[in-house]
């Protein structure tokens, strides 16, 4: 089992984002710009598939989109008007080149190439009845489940096979598929992860064109974020619904619902944390979402402070939201180095927080006496945390106020998030005076639950996923039933 990311830094990590384009001349580097618009999403690898029409091939190398197709000649192996594409955070499967996606396999369907995002709960379940019929594995990840599954359907058509396939998968899945002629896109009945629409109009064109010729096809895009759409100039049409599969090809753009409607589970935390502010996620504007958390929490947990201080980056639209509401003034305490990568060079002598300092630098000026709130989106095991509060202290701040935009996080995510144990969690195990003690603030406020639905726009047309929050899960943890409280298994 690797170290997770999750335990290396403290932080939630993205999971995935994937990208597909249906009729362009440039399809790959279409998907390379909405990859590069999505790196938020994962950082280990990234891969695009591409067809010409006849056949498909497919490019994938660890490391970011930027080092990996970073010449014409690496985009050259993906040709085609048809593309899809994935950068990867590992959540299951190592992380190694041969979990890296796409991936593609020949099959009695014919060739096909398959991007995911999301997390099965009961792959291994699945696995091991397929491997005791004569399936061999290639890869760790539960994505290639899906492939041996549409080539075991006894349905006849490929539509039919996915469908199939689809109804015996549970838990979290947003995918792109690709074959010689076809795009398909599909979300897994309670929609945990999102995944939007849109086109691109054609061009026009000066040059004549022959009575009765076909009108210029538009291009149909799709991601996990609308972020993507923005770089490549793709229209947002709409969300791929809960339970959707999507067929592009040359009969042009049709849907079905593959299976019956359940109750809509979408993951909260996009909204809190991992989606791009500038995307619009389950019909909501994220930075809509994040401004409202902060004031939700102002209104919550007040402090008679001087300044609200951002931990950047992603607790910057809530912070402004939390100065918004309670009249205290917004200011960048602490700045972070965007440039920061790996790094083998440490001091000899140890420096307190070395790893936190590559990262943050506090302002001295603007903390130096002052009562500070200090906004985060989360305390995940309360490390980070800690060596923040103590890096704003020694810049001078005369009391440190942290205030939390999303709730306690007392459960594990099994819907494709890299989360650690409950075990480490701080606040499975701690009381919220605890954590407070342990990290070393003045005070310390979470926003509520309920402040955190209202705030997200929970209503009829969405409902969210909270079991990281409250340990009710929405689905059965078939492959991780024995490491949860019997009280969280199920909603």
């Given at each position: 089992?690797?170290?997770?990311?999750?335990?290396?830094?403290?932080?939630?990590?993205?999971?995935?984002?994937?990208?597909?384009?249906?009729?362009?001349p440039?399809?790959?580097?279409?998907v390379?710009?909405?990859?590069?618009?999505?790196q938020?999403r994962?950082?280990?690898?990234?891969?695009?598939?591409?067809?010409?029409?006849?056949?498909?091939?497919?490019?994938?190398?660890?490391?970011?989109?930027?080092?990996?197709?970073?010449?014409?000649?690496?985009?050259?192996?993906?040709?085609?008007?048809?593309?899809?594409?994935?950068?990867?955070?590992?959540t299951?499967?190592?992380?190694?080149?041969?979990?890296?996606?796409?991936?593609?396999?020949?099959?009695?369907?014919?060739?096909?190439?398959?991007?995911?995002?999301?997390?099965?709960?009961?792959?291994?379940?699945?696995?091991?009845?397929?491997?005791?019929r004569?399936?061999?594995?290639?890869?760790?990840?539960?994505?290639?489940?899906?492939?041996?599954?549409?080539?075991q359907?006894k349905?006849?058509?490929?539509?039919?096979?996915?469908?199939?396939?689809?109804?015996?998968l549970?838990?979290?899945?947003s995918?792109?598929?690709?074959?010689r002629?076809?795009?398909?896109?599909?979300?897994?009945?309670?929609?945990?992860?999102?995944l939007?629409?849109g086109?691109?109009?054609?061009?026009?064109?000066?040059?004549?064109?022959?009575?009765?010729?076909?009108?210029?096809?538009?291009?149909?895009?799709f991601?996990?974020?609308?972020?993507?759409?923005d770089?490549?100039?793709?229209?947002?049409?709409?969300?791929v619904?809960?339970?959707?599969?999507?067929?592009?090809?040359?009969?042009?753009?049709?849907?079905r619902?593959?299976?019956?409607p359940?109750?809509?589970?979408?993951?909260?935390?996009?909204?809190?944390?991992?989606s791009?502010?500038?995307?619009?996620?389950?019909?909501r504007?994220?930075?809509e979402?994040?401004?409202?958390?902060g004031?939700?929490?102002?209104?919550?947990?007040?402090?008679?402070?001087?300044?609200?201080?951002?931990?950047?980056?992603?607790g910057?639209?809530a912070?402004?939201?939390?100065?918004?509401?309670?009249g205290?003034?917004?200011?960048?305490?602490?700045?972070?180095?965007?440039?920061?990568?790996?790094?083998?060079?440490?001091?000899?002598?140890?420096?307190?927080?070395?790893?936190?300092?590559?990262?943050?630098?506090p302002?001295?000026?603007i903390?130096?006496?002052k009562?500070?709130?200090l906004?985060?989106?989360?305390?995940v095991?309360?490390?980070t945390s800690?060596k923040i509060?103590?890096?704003?202290?020694?810049?001078?701040?005369?009391?440190?106020?942290?205030?939390?935009?999303?709730?306690?996080?007392?459960?594990?995510?099994?819907?494709?998030?890299d989360?650690?144990?409950?075990?480490?969690?701080?606040?499975?195990?701690?009381?919220v005076?605890?954590?407070?003690?342990y990290?070393?603030?003045?005070?310390l406020?979470?926003?509520?639950?309920?402040?955190?639905k209202?705030?997200?726009?929970?209503?009829?047309a969405?409902?969210?996923?909270t079991?990281?929050?409250?340990g009710?899960?929405?689905t059965?943890?078939?492959?991780?039933?024995?490491?949860?409280?019997?009280?969280?298994?199920h909603?």
């Amino acid at each position: 089992m690797m170290l997770s990311g999750m335990e290396r830094s403290g932080k939630f990590k993205d999971e995935c984002g994937v990208v597909a384009v249906y009729s362009h001349p440039e399809a790959s580097k279409l998907v390379y710009l909405g990859l590069h618009a999505l790196q938020h999403r994962g950082q280990e690898s990234a891969g695009i598939a591409s067809s010409t029409g006849d056949r498909l091939r497919v490019y994938r190398a660890m490391g970011l989109v930027a080092d990996i197709f970073n010449n014409e000649e690496a985009l050259a192996k993906v040709p085609g008007p048809l593309a899809i594409g994935h950068t990867r955070y590992s959540t299951t499967g190592d992380s190694a080149l041969l979990n890296a996606q796409p991936i593609m396999v020949e099959c009695n369907k014919g060739p096909i190439a398959l991007a995911h995002n999301g997390n099965l709960v009961n792959a291994q379940h699945i696995r091991a009845r397929l491997e005791q019929r004569g399936s061999i594995f290639q890869t760790s990840s539960d994505t290639e489940v899906v492939v041996h599954l549409i080539a075991q359907s006894k349905e006849q058509t490929l539509p039919e096979a996915i469908a199939d396939a689809l109804r015996r998968l549970e838990g979290a899945f947003s995918l792109v598929m690709l074959t010689r002629d076809r795009v398909f896109a599909a979300r897994d009945p309670r929609g945990f992860r999102p995944l939007v629409m849109g086109r691109i109009p054609p061009q026009p064109s000066n040059a004549p064109r022959l009575p009765g010729a076909p009108p210029e096809q538009e291009t149909i895009v799709f991601a996990s974020e609308t972020c993507a759409f923005d770089l490549i100039g793709a229209v947002y049409e709409r969300e791929v619904r809960p339970g959707e599969l999507v067929v592009v090809g040359p009969e042009g753009v049709y849907s079905r619902f593959y299976a019956s409607p359940q109750k809509q589970s979408s993951c909260i935390f996009e909204h809190v944390y991992f989606s791009r502010p500038d995307s619009i996620i389950f019909g909501r504007p994220v930075q809509e979402s994040r401004e409202a958390l902060g004031r939700r929490l102002a209104r919550e947990a007040p402090v008679d402070a001087d300044i609200v201080v951002p931990v950047p980056d992603s607790g910057v639209t809530a912070a402004l939201g939390y100065s918004a509401e309670s009249g205290l003034p917004f200011r960048f305490g602490l700045i972070r180095n965007h440039y920061v990568g790996r790094t083998f060079i440490e001091p000899e002598q140890s420096v307190r927080d070395f790893g936190v300092k590559l990262k943050l630098n506090p302002v001295r000026s603007i903390l130096e006496g002052k009562r500070v709130v200090l906004i985060d989106d989360s305390i995940v095991r309360g490390t980070t945390s800690r060596k923040i509060v103590r890096m704003v202290r020694a810049a001078g701040a005369r009391e440190v106020h942290m205030r939390v935009s999303c709730p306690p996080i007392i459960g594990s995510c099994y819907y494709g998030v890299d989360t650690p144990s409950r075990k480490q969690l701080i606040a499975a195990n701690k009381s919220v005076e605890e954590i407070r003690e342990y990290i070393g603030a003045d005070s310390l406020a979470y926003i509520s639950v309920e402040g955190l639905k209202q705030a997200c726009g929970e209503g009829k047309a969405t409902t969210y996923c909270t079991a990281c929050y409250t340990g009710n899960y929405p689905t059965p943890l078939i492959d991780v039933e024995e490491i949860v409280p019997a009280a969280a298994r199920h909603e």
